[in-house]
């Protein structure tokens, strides 16, 4: 089985400050990670993937992502968030050898001006 | 490329209705995926066709819920007969080598 808890259901941060969206997974086998956001009335759109190699991956709009095999975790990372940055931010997994993604339950993120 | 088209982008029916959602994917995607969205669940994989064969169903909630993808264009999802708890936001998405996969704008399900 596989599954991803994201801890936080609400992150408010100021416009100009480091943005983390935290995200840790379970599977049986190697994962791949996932990070998608969604705004209102809108689909999911993908912002960055794991899949192998470096640990610290580069995605749209300015995020990154850390890997951590050991604490499994894939944290969601902006050095200076945008106002335009507020949304609702999935992340997802699964096990190499299944096509099925599991997501988490999302957390909203709120950057103030 | 227009992304993945989902049709209607709002539906409302009746208890007892057939409703069908459409979904073209990206071209070029060899795998296709249907969830459902809604606030008490978050987001539930109901099922995906790999080259226009479905895979996995078991996400399928009842025998009331269908779907077919007759070719790699398009793929539709029945619901027969609709109830109020299948409202909910569906989404179709679509991926190559089931690597990240690209949403639709979804569609609203409302049933009264």
């Known amino acids: 089985a596989q599954s991803v808890a994201q801890p936080e259901d609400q992150v408010n941060v100021a416009e100009g400050n480091p943005l983390t969206v935290k995200c840790t997974y379970s599977?049986?086998?190697?994962?791949?990670l996932f990070w998608y956001v969604q705004y209102p009335n809108r689909g999911l759109q993908f912002l960055l993937k794991?899949?192998?190699?470096?640990?610290l991956v580069k995605g749209s709009y300015g995020f990154e992502a850390e890997f951590n095999k050991s604490q499994t975790s894939f944290h969601l990372k902006k050095p200076s968030a945008l106002v335009s940055d507020s949304a609702l931010y999935f992340c997802?997994?699964?096990?190499?050898?299944?096509?099925?993604?599991?997501f988490g339950a999302g957390t909203t993120v709120t950057v103030r001006a | 490329d227009a992304g993945v088209i989902q049709s209607p982008r709002h539906e409302v029916t009746e208890m007892g209705q057939e409703v069908t959602l459409r979904c073209k994917p990206i071209?070029?995607?060899?795998?296709l995926f249907w969830y459902r969205q809604t606030m008490m669940r978050g987001l539930e994989l109901l099922i995906y066709?790999?080259?226009?064969?479905?895979?996995?169903d078991s996400g399928m909630p009842e025998d009331r819920f269908s779907a077919k993808m007759p070719n790699a264009s398009f793929s539709t999802l029945k619901i027969q007969p609709s109830e109020p708890r299948d409202s909910a936001v569906y989404f179709c998405?679509?991926?190559?080598?089931?690597?990240?996969?690209?949403f639709g704008p979804g569609t609203r399900l409302t049933v009264t």
């Open positions: 998405a679509s991926s190559q080598q089931a690597y990240e996969q690209y």
């Open positions: 599977v049986s086998g190697n994962p791949y």
């Open positions: 794991y899949i192998t190699g470096d640990n």
């Open positions: 997802a997994v699964r096990d190499i050898n299944d096509y099925k993604l599991s």
């Open positions: 071209s070029g995607h060899d795998y």
């Open positions: 066709f790999n080259n226009n064969v479905p895979i996995d």
